[in-house]
């Protein structure tokens, strides 16, 4: 099996989420809409990235600062990959999503923005591998959770 540096670590959990978050800016650019949910998905990618490279360069501060970096990057992989599930779980249909943005809509808070395309949580925009970008989202925390936990732990 493939040993890691703590400092390798970071850079492929930083590089992976970087690629990740990247590959979601593409599709957005072609015409793949996300939606709020999808939007909520990227606050871990935003908050791991810069922690990757923070601890990337803490390194140095000894075993116990990486250690510590890797269990903060694993409990925003471990909730990622919960609310990429969450979120399948509402596009297949096997609970209800939020009803501001699933089938019916939901006007309590307010008039829609209408100048912004209607993109409902419960439809996914595309399937890769018969797996959404949501469900995709909780394989690719899922790995990176792994990883860092095992990193962690060594």
């Not at 297949?92 to 019916?104: E, V």
């Not at 100048?115 to 989202?137: Q, T």
Request: proline fraction near 4%; hydrophobic fraction near 50%; aromatic fraction near 14%.
């Amino acid at each position: 099996m493939l040993t890691l540096t703590d400092r390798q670590a970071f850079a492929v959990i930083g590089l992976v989420a970087f690629a990740t978050i990247a590959g979601a800016w593409i599709f957005q650019s072609i015409g793949y809409e996300p939606c709020e949910l999808c939007f909520k998905q990227r606050w871990a990618y935003y908050a791991a990235i810069p922690l990757a490279g923070f601890f990337y360069g803490a390194v140095a501060g000894g075993r116990s600062v990486a250690r510590a970096g890797l269990y903060v990057l694993a409990a925003i992989w471990l909730a990622s990959m919960i609310f990429g599930i969450y979120h399948s779980g509402i596009e297949w249909q096997w609970w209800a999503g939020p009803t501001s943005c699933t089938g019916g809509g939901d006007l309590t808070t307010g008039l829609p923005d209408l100048s912004k395309p209607a993109v409902m949580c419960d439809k996914p925009a595309l399937r890769i591998l018969w797996l959404s970008l949501a469900g995709w989202n909780a394989v690719i925390s899922c790995g990176l959770m792994l990883l860092a936990l095992r990193q962690a732990r060594r």
